[in-house]
């Protein structure tokens, strides 16, 4: 017997208190296509037997990442994780840990997270780092709201070589909490980060650039910081591909004020796209504003050393209007399998993991150059190269899938109605690529071309 408390007069004064007539009005935000009118035409019931084979022949029916010559990237990598990370995380202590909410108590996991933010932070050459964001893209609008409040300014400009997913998600905060946001057009030949420059004045809060940017662009954003905090504005450095910072300069060492990134590469598989993990660093003068938890290491009163929740201001903990933002928890989970995954690479690891992935990508890029019909758009870049093909690249990218081989991700798709990128095509090669899977994507290719 179902137990709902709530009458239909109940229902219809919660709907008046916040203004709508009815609950559909309440899913306004949701495209009319994307909702559905009538339920889910699914089977009442089956067996658990029968479940199970449905579901595996719906399984079927995907090409794994990792059983095919992969060179996708956009935003989430596919990188060799070793397989004590999955036995470690796996252990009961870990695995079924929530976030503490009388963190003291949980010591292994206050220390866990404290060692995260300490790589994090060094990573990134930042001051200080929280316990973790939800993801690359959350993070990159947590760090607008942050900007905002620290600039008692509403006004936000990026990059057009942001990645989508990142804008999106702060112009969906900026609607709903109501700050201007501005993206440039994305262009697949060059940076825009000069371009920036000139477009702060006393009312923009933040400037906000991917490093390597979304069409793998690499370029130093010394200048782009000096002329943002002329202004008195922040520059905020988003991140997709956290190995990058085995080889790169970091953010901080460019005078980013805030840093953020997708920690998904290290330690984390791709798992059809989640679960991943926010990074999240600041300069320590803005610490206090900074979103989500921070761990902090202390001694108790026997003197001996202990962790304990130095900053906590969301909105479990303290008033809502005195919160830094509504990140109930953190990605516990996953940031360890980053900490351990990073402690079994270590600082000379983590530097030759960087330079395998650029040599390898230096080799896609120089054999697929080569083909007739194919342009590279990116003279520098990390792990990650745009090309522009003589064909639309998504039908391109579709029937090499159907050859067993995963070419990349058209642009297209990302940035859809973009006439411009139609033929524009991201590929990303990482460590676990082989010669073999070059020289099969460099034939596939040029046949399909």
């Not at 600039?151 to 990026?158: D, E, G, L, M, Q």
């Not at 956290?242 to 790169?248: D, E, K, Q, R, Y």
């Not at 979103?291 to 909105?315: I, N």
């Amino acid at each position: 017997m179902r137990y709902l408390p709530l009458t239909d007069a109940d229902r219809q004064e919660m709907l008046a208190t916040i203004g709508v007539n009815a609950i559909d009005d309440l899913f306004v935000d949701v495209p009319e296509s994307a909702r559905r009118a009538e339920p889910v035409d699914l089977p009442f019931a089956k067996s658990e037997m029968e479940v199970e084979r449905a579901l595996k022949r719906l399984a079927s029916e995907n090409l794994p990442a990792g059983d095919a010559p992969s060179f996708l990237g956009a935003g989430a990598y596919r990188h060799h994780v070793p397989a004590s990370v999955d036995y470690l995380i796996q252990r009961g202590e870990f695995l079924t840990a929530y976030t503490p909410y009388q963190p003291e108590i949980a010591q292994g996991t206050l220390q866990a997270l404290f060692e995260f933010q300490t790589q994090v932070a060094l990573l990134l050459d930042m001051d200080v780092a929280n316990a973790s964001m939800y993801d690359g893209a959350t993070a990159a609008a947590e760090a607008a709201l942050m900007a905002n409040r620290l600039t008692r300014r509403s006004r936000v400009i990026a990059s057009g070589n942001l990645h989508p997913h990142y804008a999106a998600s702060i112009a969906t905060l900026a609607r709903q909490t109501g700050f201007a946001f501005e993206s440039a057009d994305p262009d697949p030949a060059a940076s825009d980060v000069a371009a920036l420059e000139t477009k702060i004045d006393d009312s923009v809060s933040a400037v906000i650039v991917q490093y390597p940017d979304a069409f793998g662009h690499i370029v130093d954003l010394s200048a782009l910081a000096a002329a943002a905090h002329a202004k008195g504005a922040l520059l905020i450095v988003a991140t997709t591909e956290i190995v990058s910072l085995g080889a790169l300069k970091p953010p901080g060492a460019m005078g980013a004020d805030i840093a953020v990134a997708e920690g998904q590469s290290i330690g984390n598989a791709l798992n059809f796209g989640g679960p991943h993990v926010g990074l999240f660093a600041v300069r320590e003068k803005l610490v206090r504003q900074m979103p989500g938890r921070l761990c902090g290491e202390t001694v108790d009163a026997d003197g001996k050393r202990g962790f304990v929740l130095t900053l906590s201001t969301r909105e479990q903990h303290i008033r809502r209007s005195k919160a830094t933002s509504n990140i109930c928890t953190n990605s516990g989970l996953c940031a360890l399998a980053f900490t351990i995954h990073m402690t079994l690479l270590g600082e000379a690891g983590l530097k030759e993991l960087a330079q395998l992935n650029h040599a390898r990508a230096s080799q896609t890029a120089d054999a697929l150059a080569a083909l007739p019909g194919v342009e590279l758009l990116t003279p520098a870049f990390f792990n990650e190269f745009t090309l522009r093909l003589s064909k639309p690249a998504a039908p391109v990218v579709e029937a090499l899938a159907g050859k067993g081989i995963l070419a990349g991700v058209p642009a297209s798709r990302l940035w859809p109605g973009e006439p411009s990128l139609e033929n524009v095509l991201l590929t990303a090669a990482t460590e676990t690529n082989t010669d073999d899977d070059v020289a099969a994507l460099v034939a596939a290719l040029g046949e399909a071309l």
